[in-house]
């Protein structure tokens, strides 16, 4: 019987290894792993850079004379892209391009266009500040413009990237085979070969059999089509959903009834604009296993052939199932080859002021409060809807019924303001998913009533197995209560270091902000898709993400991952580090390998970060959901060496191949940067920057330092004055400037750079200090780079010269 990419090169989930649903607590490794399955890999882009330009023009933004116009930034952009690649590409200036309120920054964003078809994966992006461009990624293809309508031959098969995927399985089953002969007495053997074959071995196997052999294919769908392939997608995606379904049933049913599914499938056509190029956008009905019609599109992906990089027909789909949500490129032409895939869900496991202040009641909710990371550290007490007056002008609850998905008609073409007396608002909609289905506008929700007071009972009891589950649901009051405010205090928080309207944040009203509205975070509570992990699903901006939290049944009472902030954290970062990098409307930058990987970090970091406080002290992730005090990763978070040994090296070991892991290693690179700027910039006990003035001013209060002009007399940016403040600053920062699919070197350089921009690089040599302390510093390298994050790296432990004299 084949099955088909049971595991994922990028398990994308909270936790790498999560426990399967047993009635009684076990401990983690004992136990067969049920796993969401998913799918992500793609071709590697030797030629894709993160380049820096004219630094000197960086240094506190000297601006231009007075005298001097200063351009506007798209057109600098669009006419550096020009100069830069010569007359022949074509491109368009994408609409999610944004200029950053606090910096000043513009993020342009330019797509490929060859044969008037977008290139999926050619994306420049480009930093530009007071009219000039100081940095840029680029992926664009560089070969001749392939010609479109040659149906002489099919494609060849893409040799170098099934030579590439032999080769890598060869140098994959040698590491793990001389890590088994060197594992000292006690590790955990066992644990590490399921990883090894789950993570590595089987998916390579089957990537490699779904793309390269074409042995399992029925005849029917890898030859049918020739030609008329260009103008239907239905065989591409019928064989894209044989390889994406979880359920061998839904399998053998598609190949059985081929034909049927083809006929059922109904197509209608949307047109949509990229910039300025039109494209038709075809939307199918009743694909098997989708739980929404599928959106399709033509364009071209660049393959490695021969060598070189090549583009390849494809179609690009968008697939929405019921634990997945796939970006993928499938071969236009049969055989209908699966080049790229990008799922859109990340597991965990591991402006203005408004005029009128909101005026109805103010909720308060009993919570474990903001910087309480669980139940193990603190108890709840009652916390007001200390909602941030720029970042929710409406607070929490209310939000314009014209934005409101769950009205009638009517009520959206009224005016008004709903206030709720749920935790229903404009940021988040929150709820209980008992059953674990993907409809939720309905779901049951806490209602304070008149009162607007949430204060709902926490007594989980010891009870046997069998009453666990339903012990867990009397207090599902509480727990969609918490998730609500935790989830809510995350978006007000990131708002205010950048996460905002334009560059893609979550929000069913953007008050005119700009970006694309409608998109406010689903939060599902317990939900009964699964145990022991948490997820989130970033489309792009203008569609909702979908944050679902389980039930842990790792300890009597279960423990519920809602109440632990640093869960719920790590699966809203998703959407934070997915929306910022390479644009609010392209989902697909973080999809595998490093960039997947440094996805997980983030969220890591930001949830670490968030619950630190002034003394030091090291931190577990998911401990007390997992109820395992070294928690949900290889190591806690430390600054000791010994007790966190992970440096970028680490990442060629076995067990380092799923995007967890390698996450861990960035997460635990920032802790060790973040300590840094602390020791030399001191720490603030609330991340939170002041609320505005009434005229609408930023205090500096003693969270920025004092507000600097320039010659001119404008304002520059606010710098928060602490070390952990920066930092998030900083990080958030790196992420709108680095390119698309980055790498470790590359979200380093655009980090480093982000303070060259917001300080003048005053921070340069802490920075280079922190990162070289774990071998990334500015000579570490890798060799033999692949999609899911393989290649021989080598740590460089030393420092740029300009930081030398400093280093004693
Ligand atoms: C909701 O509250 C706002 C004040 O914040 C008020 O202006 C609005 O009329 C209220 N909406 C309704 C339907 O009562
Ligand atoms: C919670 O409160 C109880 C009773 O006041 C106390 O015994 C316990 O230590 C508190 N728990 C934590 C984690 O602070
Ligand atoms: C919350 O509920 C508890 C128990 O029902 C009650 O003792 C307490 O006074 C309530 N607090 C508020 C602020 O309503
Ligand atoms: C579990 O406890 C409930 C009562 O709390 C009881 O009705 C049930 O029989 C118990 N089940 C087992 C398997 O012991
Ligand atoms: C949740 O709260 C409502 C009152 O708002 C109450 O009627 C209901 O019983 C509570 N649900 C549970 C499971 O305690
Ligand atoms: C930090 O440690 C000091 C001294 O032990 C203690 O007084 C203080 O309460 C601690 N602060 C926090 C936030 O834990
Ligand atoms: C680092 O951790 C190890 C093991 O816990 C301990 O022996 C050592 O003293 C620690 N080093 C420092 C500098 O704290
Ligand atoms: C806003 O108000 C503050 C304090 O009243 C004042 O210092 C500041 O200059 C005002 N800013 C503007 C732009 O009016």
Known sequence: ???????????????????????????ADDVPVKRRKTLGFGPVHPHATFKQVRQESLAGFAPAPASVEVRDPVEVATEFVRAHLGEETGFVVRKDSYTDRATGVTHVYVRQVVNGIEVADGDINVNVKDGKVFSYGDSFYRGPAPSMYSTAVAPQPHADYCTQLEYQMDVEQTNFEQWLASAEQGEQVQLVRRQFRESVHEPLKRLHSMNCAFVDLPADMAHKSTAAALEDPRHALLQFMVAATPSEEVVQDILAKYDQH???????????LVGDLQTMVEVIDNVPDAVNPVKAKLAYIQVPEGGKTVLDLVWKF???????????????????????????????????????????????????????????????SIEKETYDAIASPLGWHSLPYANDPAESDYMRATKGIKNSTTTWGNNVFAHEDWEGRNAWMYNYRPDAGESMNFNFTYEPKLTNSTDALEEAQKYINATVTQLFYTSNMVHDLYYRYGFDEVSGNFQQHNFGRGGEEGDAVIANAQDGSGYNNANFMTPPDGQNGRCRMYLWNTAMPYRDGDLEAGIVIHELSHGLSTRLTGGPANSGCLGWGESGGMGEGWGDFLATTIRSNKNYSDYAMGAWAANRPQGIRNYVYSLNETVNPSTYKTLDKPGYWGVHAIGEVWAEILWVVSQRLIAKHGYTETLFPPAPLENGTIPEGDFYRPQEYTATG????????????LIVQLVLNGMKLQQCRPSFFDARDAIIQADQVLTGGENYCELWKGFSARGLGPDARVEGRTPWGGGIRTDDYALPKTCLEDVA
């Open 714 to 725: 404008e304002k520059k940016p606010l710098v928060p004055k602490h070390g952990n403040s």
């Open 1 to 27: 019987m084949r099955t088909i990419f049971a595991a994922s090169l990028a398990a994308a989930t909270l936790a790498g290894r999560v426990l399967a649903h047993s009635p009684v607590p076990v401990d």
């Open 262 to 272: 083809l006929a059922g499938m109904r197509s209608t056509f949307e047109a949509h």
């Open 318 to 380: 968008e697939v929405e199932m019921k634990d997945n949500w796939y970006e993928a490129a499938v071969s236009a032409k049969a055989p209908h080859r699966i080049v790229s895939v990008v799922d859109w869900a990340s597991d965990s496991p591991f402006s203005p002021v408004p005029k009128e202040p909101v005026e109805r009641k103010m909720a308060t909710y009993n919570v474990f409060a903001w910087g309480i990371n669980d139940p193990s550290v603190g108890n709840r």
